[in-house]
Nanobody, 125 residues
Framework: QVQLVESGGGLVQAGGSLRLSCAAS????????MGWFRQAPGKEREFVVA????????SYADSVKGRFTISKDNAKNTVYLQMNNLKPEDTAVYYC????????????????????WGQGTQDKA
């Protein structure tokens, strides 16, 4: 059974930092790209960042470039999202997601390209 479990959200002052974790299981971890999306109240889900299957390539939304960093630990089957200099507009539920395609060269910002999703973790800044 494929599972993605996010953790690490919370309440933080503007300018503060949080690190989100996404523990993955049920598929070979280092075969699929992973992404983080977020959804603020009353808004559509939006792309935040993606990392390719090897961890060597990343893609960030313009709104978080220079502030957020994605990384993955293959030994722990976990993806991390380090969020620095948080702003009120970063307040959202954050979801991690697994790409549908193995060894894909894409770093998709399209939610339909991701086949598995976590339950989300709330971040308030």
């Amino acid at each position: 059974q494929v599972q993605l479990v996010e953790s690490g959200g919370g309440l933080v002052q503007a300018g503060g930092s949080l690190r989100l974790s996404c523990a993955a299981s049920g598929r070979p971890f280092n075969v699929y790209a992973m992404g983080w999306f977020r959804q603020a109240p009353g808004k559509e889900r939006e792309f935040v960042v993606a990392i390719n299957w090897s961890g060597g390539t990343t893609s960030y939304a313009d709104s978080v470039k220079g502030r957020f960093t994605i990384s993955k630990d293959n030994a722990k089957n976990t993806v991390y999202l380090q969020m620095n200099n948080l702003k009120p507009e970063d307040t959202a539920v954050y979801y991690c997601a697994w790409d549908r395609s193995a060894y894909s060269a894409r770093l998709s910002a399209t939610s339909s390209d991701y086949g598995y999703w976590g339950q989300g973790t709330q971040d308030k800044a």
